[in-house]
């Protein structure tokens, strides 16, 4: 800029207008911050206000350097005699405005600061500390509690799909630590990522998850930069009650964390939160690497997929997270839920146990490295019940991790399905609808429910979870199967041959199809599709297949194909007692025999009645 230019820009007082319009801008804004939110305005109006302030500060340098203030009025400077120019004495006017706005604005700032701000808070702490009791009166639903909070998962602001992992680990993360506070109910992830780039409002958002306060905002990285935005809304009202945008050297993303969690438990008032996190755990590596905690969030991230594919790529990345920090007994305890399930639902023979093996194997190191942590114990758990048939194994394990655990939902509910694998339908039922009050929108836990109301012989009820699976995940497998189980108890044959052919293709298509085929008119259609269940997956689904012959009331068919599913290992044996296809069976000898060699307790048995 030549010194020509800057003189001219001086002397049409350009620069005393940039400055006295930022001093004025940053006064709206002060006072707009301070009164909108008394008239509960929402958060859109105070950022227009702002963006419209930016826009017209370019205006403003301009109209300063075309137009002059003049005693006839305002006239463009070059229709201006410069003798009888009065800009001097403008810009010496423009000077005690800029002064008198900037006193102006040190009054209002240490106004909000030193009153208005302990004011608020104080009313903030009030909104969300538990409302005195009330007289006892009908109510239709129990009120939502004020200690509650939903993270909604963190939008990934870069764009980059392959960062997608990044963004839902670091809400993951929010959730586990706030999960840690005692006395806050604390949404848990499957639900809260129902709402992932939704257009609902928060308080439709807040009813539908039942929590009073919603934690929402958004992640960037951008090489070795990380940006995160945040903010905690009151669910009802809509309004913020904090929030914070974050720039950080990606090194400090532990840091980082610890502090968005400490200022989301202040914001919600200490007390209200009963002091310090009950627990001390964490997601991350003892090493503080980095690299290997991406790997686990990576790990995470394709595991909740559940295919083949995903499960092979969650193993590899959990692999890359122990090679990174051998220590990382996390890392350990989720390769061995990742080789489980990868040998549980899409492995047979030889190959399902070879991936038991590395499932063994990860897991005692896990366990090793940190003896009580919750994970492990559900990781082995997992596997003696899916892989050993060691159901009073699994049973301790499980038990161990709820103790380890016990605001953990998905404690609960690893705990229902002993339950039922006991032949406890009822103690399932009552333990899954727990675990849905800290998930409500987790879909495999409606589709399991519905598994043990059937087994329970509620079929009402059953069908409605099933529905609701299939509401929140149309295209996930096997609801549509279960659907189809339903329909046939009810023996409504049209309804289940339509849930069956609505199961996506695959297996539990055709294992649909061959059960609700059975109770029709058509005995060709119901033998030829036991053939093609029998050709296509008499290794991967002998259990099933004796489910198809418990419906065609072929009882040594039935049996036989029992013993074929333990000599497979097929996992479906662990849910013998709670299978609701098999209850007619389950007053024939043999079903007690067959219950005695896979060591589960007979029905009506002493060991029976006393498990809890």
Not at 71 to 86: H, K, L, M, Q, Y
Not at 408 to 421: N, S
Not at 509 to 515: F, M, N, S, T, V
Request: hydrophobic share 50%.
């Amino acid at each position: 800029m030549s010194t020509n230019f800057l003189a001219e820009l001086k002397r049409r007082n350009v620069l005393r207008m940039g400055g006295l319009y930022l001093v004025g801008a940053w006064l709206i804004a002060q006072v707009a911050g301070t009164l909108l939110p008394m008239f509960d305005a929402p958060a859109w109006v105070a950022r227009t206000i702002v963006m419209l302030l930016a826009l017209g500060l370019i205006p403003a340098l301009i109209f300063a350097w075309v137009y002059e203030l003049t005693p006839e009025g305002i006239r463009r400077e070059r229709d201006v005699d410069p003798d009888a120019s009065i800009m001097p004495e403008t810009g010496r006017r423009m000077d005690r405005a800029i002064f008198v706005l900037l006193l102006l604005a040190v009054v209002i700032f240490a106004l909000d600061r030193f009153v208005l701000v302990p004011r608020r808070e104080a009313a903030a702490l009030v909104a969300v500390a538990p409302a005195p009791a009330a007289p006892p009166a009908a109510a239709a639903s129990p009120a939502i509690p004020e200690a509650s909070i939903a993270v909604l998962p963190l939008a990934n602001g870069g764009g980059d799909k392959d960062q997608q992992f990044f963004s839902d680990g670091l809400s993951e993360n929010l959730i586990v630590a706030l999960s840690q506070f005692d006395g806050l109910t604390v949404i848990g992830r499957n639900s809260a990522f129902q709402f992932r780039d939704s257009k609902e409002d928060s308080k439709s958002i807040g009813t539908k998850l039942r929590v009073a306060h919603l934690l929402e905002g958004s992640v960037q990285r951008a090489g070795d930069v990380v940006r995160i935005s945040a903010e905690l809304i009151d669910a009802a009202s809509g309004r913020a009650l904090w929030s914070q945008r974050y720039d950080r050297p990606y090194k400090d993303l532990f840091a980082l964390q610890d502090e968005i969690t400490g200022a989301v438990a202040t914001a919600l008032k200490a007390k209200l939160l009963s002091g310090a996190p009950a627990l001390a755990r964490n997601d991350r590596p003892p090493s503080g690497s980095l690299e290997a905690y991406t790997a686990y969030l990576q790990g995470k991230f394709y595991a909740a997929r559940s295919s083949e594919a995903d499960f092979r790529t969650a193993i590899q990345q959990y692999a890359t997270a122990t090679r990174l920090d051998a220590r990382y007994a996390l890392a350990w305890a989720e390769l061995s839920r990742a080789w489980s399930g990868l040998a549980s639902q899409h492995l047979e023979g030889v190959a399902a146990q070879d991936a038991y093996a590395q499932a063994r194997s990860a897991v005692a190191t896990a366990l090793q490295l940190d003896p009580d942590l919750a994970a492990a114990h559900w990781a082995r758990g997992f596997f003696l019940l899916s892989s050993d048939f060691d159901w009073n194994g699994g049973d301790a394990e499980i038990r161990r991790a709820q103790q380890l655990a016990p605001n953990d939902g998905r404690a609960k509910f690893e705990l229902a399905k002993i339950m039922a694998m006991l032949g406890k339908d009822g103690d399932a039922v009552a333990l899954t609808r727990e675990a849905l009050a800290t998930d409500p929108l987790e879909a495999r836990w409606h589709g399991w429910l519905a598994n043990f109301l059937a087994a329970a012989g509620r079929l009402d009820e059953a069908r409605q979870a099933n529905l609701k699976a299939i509401e929140l995940q149309p295209g996930a497998v096997a609801n549509h199967y279960q659907l189809a189980i339903v329909e046939v108890l009810r023996n409504d044959a049209p309804a289940a041959l339509a849930a069956a052919q609505a199961e996506p293709e695959g297996s539990w298509r055709d294992i649909a199809l061959g059960i609700a085929r059975q109770i029709g008119t058509d005995r060709a259609a119901a033998d030829a599709a036991l053939k093609m269940l029998i050709d296509r997956h008499s290794l991967l689904a002998p259990f099933q297949i004796a489910e198809v012959y418990a419906v065609r009331k072929d009882a040594d068919k039935l049996f036989e194909w029992l013993e074929r599913a333990w000599s497979a290992r097929d996992p479906g044996i662990q849910y013998l007692l709670s299978d609701p296809l098999l209850r007619p069976y389950q007053h024939d000898p043999r079903f007690a025999e067959f219950c005695r060699k896979v060591r589960l307790p007979a029905p009506g048995s002493a060991a029976s009645k006393a498990a809890t």
